[in-house]
């Protein structure tokens, strides 16, 4: 069972935005500012989104944003593609001994 | 182009053993933080194990440690995962990644593999 929680699914509209919530502890999410994004399409490897919370890496659309407050890290999906119809997991670091705590997932249509 | 590619797939049975290989191109895996992750089809990600970049510390998920072993060989840029007393709920799609951070903490894989698949059964 996962340590964080994300709701199984999410949906938004063609151009329309999507806020994907990715809830912990102050263990977690709430004690580090290492929050980060992953998108899986189906038989893919995941992508890395987001890190740092809110940090893009090269090539990742600013379309995508991230944000924490408190023990919530979110991930913003703004003008949604067709293609942005995925599986999204969030990942905190809890500590060196367990740095990459992922979410269940998310699974994201576009309507 | 950076990328890794694993290899060692396989089916094995209840109580074996398997070896599973990641080669590295386009980058060092010694000087980067690297991770094994694992996928059971159709659910989450469940993080295994990292090597440290300088000094090769190696860490464990509590439930992996005493039979899971992590190992590097900068020469052959690649890193191992040697899987022991294997179980079916083992069963999954085993894959290699690199922290994004290099030279500093950041706790986010950038680059994965496209994973090799592990199936324990009898």
């Known amino acids: 069972q996962s340590a964080l929680t994300q709701p199984p699914s999410a949906s938004g509209s063609l151009g329309h935005s999507v806020t994907i919530s990715c809830s912990g502890t102050?263990?977690?999410?709430?004690?580090?500012?290492?929050v980060s994004w992953y998108q899986q399409h189906p038989g893919k490897a995941p992508k890395l989104l987001i890190s740092e919370v809110s940090q893009r890496p090269s090539g990742v659309p600013d379309r995508f944003s991230g944000s924490k407050s408190g023990n919530t890290a979110s991930l913003t999906v703004s003008g949604l593609q067709a293609e942005d119809e995925a599986d999204y997991y969030c990942s905190s670091f809890a500590g060196r001994n367990n740095p990459y705590v992922f979410g269940p997932g998310t699974k994201v249509t576009v309507l | 182009q950076e990328q890794l590619v694993e290899s060692g797939g396989g089916l094995v049975k209840p109580g074996g053993s398997q070896r599973l290989s990641c080669g590295a191109s386009g980058f060092s895996v010694s000087d980067y933080y690297m991770a094994w992750i694992r996928q059971i089809p159709g659910k989450g990600l469940e993080w295994i194990s990292y090597?440290?970049?300088?000094?090769?510390?190696?860490y464990y998920a509590d439930s992996m440690k005493g039979r899971f072993t992590m190992s590097r060989d900068s020469a052959k840029n690649s890193l191992y995962l040697q899987m022991n007393s294997l179980r079916p709920e083992d069963t999954a799609l085993y894959y290699c990644a690199r922290d994004h951070g290099r030279g500093h903490d950041c706790w986010a894989l950038d680059i994965w593999g496209q994973g090799t698949m592990v199936t324990v059964s009898s």
């Open positions: 090597i440290t970049s300088r000094d090769g510390t190696i």
């Open positions: 102050s263990s977690d999410v709430g004690g580090y500012n290492y």
